[in-house]
Nanobody
Framework: VQLQACGGGLVQAGGSLRLSCAAS????????VGWFRRAPGKAREFVAA????????AYADAVKGRFTISRNNAKNTVYLQMNSLKPEDTAVYYC???????????????????WGQGTLVTVSS
């Protein structure tokens, strides 16, 4: 599976962006997908994740209520809708995918074996 993340850019605080993670490979529709981010000088952190069907999602507390993860398996694409953006959301955002290892949507990077190249989101104050 190859992943390509896009949709990042520069936006003012309070604005919105939608990130996309497009995948190649017929098995993508059976994979869980997660979004992670790495801010300058900080460790990579979990943002959101979704199971293969879209019926189960998980969010970091920092983005809950502002970000929404969804997927369209017919298009082999997962989306991250980001609303009410804050300067602290500034980071490189990465999507990751892998076959699920449990019924609980994965939140840790080590549970994902396939990674996209990242897309930069900059939120100005």
């Amino acid at each position: 599976v190859q992943l390509q993340a896009c949709g990042g850019g520069l936006v003012q605080a309070g604005g919105s962006l939608r990130l996309s993670c497009a995948a190649s490979g017929r098995t993508f529709s059976s994979y869980s997908v997660g979004w992670f981010r790495r801010a300058p000088g900080k460790a990579r952190e979990f943002v959101a994740a979704i199971n293969w069907s879209g019926g189960s999602t998980a969010y970091a507390d920092a983005v809950k209520g502002r970000f929404t993860i969804s997927r369209n398996n017919a298009k082999n694409t997962v989306y991250l809708q980001m609303n009410s953006l804050k300067p602290e959301d500034t980071a490189v955002y990465y999507c990751a995918a892998d076959a699920p290892r449990s019924l609980v949507v994965a939140r840790t990077p080590s549970e994902y074996g396939y990674w996209g190249q990242g897309t930069l989101v900059t939120v100005s104050s």
